[in-house]
């Protein structure tokens, strides 16, 4: 009879060893092995600081440079600079439209006119003609504003969030690289130099029709 209490009690306490042991491993498992979290595929439609900013400086980049070529469509009679200014209002007017269906889902109203920079900029091409403002506006709304366009779009590309954005960034870029070929083309720009002013009475060179 005592044998046999003997085996039940060695029985049981090599059950709770097993038991403890289990719950041990476990633990010592559930270390090794973190969970990592895994993001919901919402959350790549959400907008960071980079989106909000993309928006708004897209939207107001796209309506200075609308207005601008719509000024140069009413003021040059120089064929290439009347194509371009064509060229370049649709290509802000696409990205507009795109910004206008995304921008309330992200809670971003638009901007409904050009900042103070933009705006100084049209007062003194309102002042400008003849070959002086096609010049101007190649430099302007052909160079700068594509060199311009291009690290904005580029930025959103690189680490913005938001899936529909980065759409918009992406497709924008060959045509803002398109654009900014021709106009350098055109002006025979290059990087970084000054060539002409135009808070100036001078008057450049004209570019060449085509």
Partial sequence: ????????????????????????????????????????????????????????????????????????????????????????????????QQLTQIAPRLQVTLPTAPGPKYQALMQRFSQLSGTQFDTAYLDEGGVNAHLEAASLFQREAAFGNNLSLITVANQGLPIINQHFTIASSLTSYRFAQVPRRYNEASAPTAPSAQ
Avoid: H, W
Avoid at 67 to 96: H, Y
């Fill in 1 to 96: 009879m005592f044998r046999k209490y003997f085996i039940v009690v060695i029985s049981a306490i090599v059950g709770l060893c097993f038991a403890i042991g289990g719950s041990f491993f476990s633990q010592v498992n559930a270390q090794q092995t973190p969970r990592v979290p895994v993001a919901p595929a919402s959350q790549a439609n959400q907008a960071n600081a980079v989106d909000i900013a993309f928006v708004n400086e897209a939207a107001q980049f796209g309506l200075a440079n609308i207005m601008l070529g719509e000024m140069a469509l009413q003021k040059s009679t120089n064929p290439s600079v009347q194509k371009f200014a064509q060229a370049e209002i649709a290509e802000q007017q696409n990205v507009k």
